[in-house]
């Protein structure tokens, strides 16, 4: 698909569909709404006065041969309030008509900005609203058929003088999008195609491509460095585990700017190991390596923006299996920090796992640490399939985390982790153990046992296991994978 900026008068723009979006208001005919009243001969005041076209958010009305305009029809979007209007909505505005369009055969559309919304951060926005929405979940199809796509977005309702800024958004949004479908494509993989094995090599793939350095530790290296969380989860499978270390060194970092770590969950299946899950839904637990496929998606895009800070990303990976060498819940394990771990429960591997991952990140230097995890299912009953799940050892880090998750669109909650919840993971047996022993507040439980690890660093972890897979197709968005925290950690990267 290709994206341009068009600044030629929309009126003359021969496409086979001008959108444009208008607000839920006493007179949604206002701006740039009325000039295209005016040149479609009072058509929009018309649908207004009849009640047709209201301006709530995501209402579609489709006009074919609209008079007045060259392009074959004109696609109006409701976008809401003017008050809550923002980037997310334009972003959600631009995915939705893309996928209405897509949905009717129709190639390419020009998407016309409103008066004021003619900016990088606005190109930004539809670009990467567009290229999210263009993204299917059908690889594994094979009657392609009926299969439709758009070839051509054209940007409009720039002037000349503003399309050095619209090009810039357009080409940053487009890189962003493309680094998130990446993530997405490896998160809908089923586990039989994406083995830690097939992961650790897609992922040097990407970084050799991209100019990253990258090292991949297979399970003999794993063993040397006494990566003992991360093995305990692994021996369970005949697949070996992998470590995954990405690293983008700028030769402009300042002395002394900070290291970022991101670590990222990658279990490329999850049984639950001898602590069993029910059958029902055990085949989406193919998604459990998003968090893995999240940090490797944001070194992609990095590789290309470019930023003036170091960032080491680690991904521990493996399967969790019920083997015959699996571990057992009660069995104690020594971490790579030295610490035991009381195992209550085999299904509670991500955080072993991270564990490693974090520990290991310190040791190659991080000084800021970020880990991803689809790692409790009690987050979802938290937060359902709308916020990521934000826990922080450092308010002033997690601020900057909360503003950058603000500014991608990506909807993001603070969660508690005071030292009252230490508790809760306190061993019995060994140091810490893996679940808590009382009811109650397991996502918290799970990101105190993380926290262990981290130490003194300022640690960030997101739990994204109820955002990072979409149940249900939005209008913006295909079912499956949703590559969730991708934009925010970009965005908090570029920030430094
Ligand atoms: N990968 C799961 C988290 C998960 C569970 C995501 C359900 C989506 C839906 C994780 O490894 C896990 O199994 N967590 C357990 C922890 C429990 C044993 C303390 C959970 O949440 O049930
Ligand atoms: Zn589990
Ligand atoms: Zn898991």
Not at 72 to 101: C, D, H, M, P, S
Not at 447 to 472: R, V
Request: glycine share 10%.
């Amino acid at each position: 698909m290709q994206i341009t900026l068009e600044t030629k008068p929309f009126a003359t723009l021969e496409t086979d569909a001008l959108v444009s979006y208008l607000f839920e208001e006493s007179d949604p005919v206002q701006g740039r709404i009325a000039e295209l009243d005016q040149a479609a001969a009072g058509l929009l005041r018309k649908l207004v006065k009849s009640g047709e076209v209201t301006g709530k958010t995501l209402e579609f009305t489709l006009v074919h041969a609209p008079a007045g305009l060259k392009a074959a029809r004109l696609l109006l979007v409701g976008a809401g309030k003017r008050e809550q209007w923002n980037g997310a909505t334009l972003r959600k505005i631009a995915g939705a008509a893309l996928r209405y369009l897509k949905s009717r055969s129709v190639k390419n559309f020009a998407f016309l900005v409103r008066e004021g919304d003619a900016t990088e951060d606005a190109a930004q926005a539809i670009a990467e609203g567009a290229f999210v929405a263009a993204f299917e979940t059908d690889k594994y199809k094979t009657d392609k058929k009926n299969d439709k796509s758009v070839d051509l977005v054209a940007v409009a309702g720039y002037s000349e003088a503003e399309r050095a800024a619209g090009e810039k958004g357009l080409s940053k949004g487009r890189i962003i999008a493309e680094a998130q479908n990446f993530t997405r494509e490896l998160v809908n993989e089923p586990s039989n195609k994406l083995t830690p094995t097939i992961l650790a090599q897609k992922a040097e793939a990407m970084a050799k491509d991209a100019g990253l350095s990258v090292e991949i530790l297979d399970e003999k290296k794993i063993a040397d460095l006494k990566m003992g969380a991360l093995l305990s989860v692994a021996q369970g499978s005949v697949e070996p585990p992998r470590m995954i270390v990405i690293t983008y060194n700028p030769p402009n970092a300042k002395p002394g700017s900070p290291v970022i770590g991101l670590v990222g969950k990658a279990v490329t299946f999850d049984t639950g190991g001898i602590s069993i899950k029910p059958a029902d839904g055990m085949e989406k637990m193919k998604y459990d390596m998003a968090g893995g496929a999240t940090m490797i998606g944001v070194m992609r895009a990095l590789a290309t923006l470019k930023p003036s800070v170091k960032v080491i990303c680690v991904v521990p990976s493996t399967e969790n299996m019920p083997g015959g060498r699996a571990q057992k819940p009660g069995d104690i394990q020594t971490a790579m920090s030295g610490k035991t771990i009381e195992v209550l429960n085999t299904d509670a591997e991500g955080r072993l796992i991270l564990a490693d991952g974090v520990h290991y990140a310190k040791q190659l230097g991080a000084t800021h640490l970020i880990d991803a995890a689809t790692l409790t299912g009690a987050i979802v009953v938290a937060l359902a399939g709308i916020n990521v799940g934000v826990f922080g050892s450092d308010q002033a880090f997690t601020d900057k985390l909360l503003a950058s998750s603000k500014a991608a669109g990506e909807k993001m909650w603070q969660m508690p982790i005071d030292d009252d919840y230490r508790e809760f993971i306190k061993g019995s047996f060994a140091d810490i153990q893996n679940i808590s022993s009382g009811k109650g507040g397991g996502a918290i439980t799970g990101a105190m046992f993380i926290k262990e690890f981290a130490g003194d660093s300022p640690w960030i972890h997101l739990d994204i296991a109820g955002t990072a897979w979409n149940d249900d197709a939005k209008p913006w968005l295909a079912k499956g994978p949703t590559g969730v925290a991708l934009r925010t950690l970009v965005h908090l990267v570029m920030s430094y």
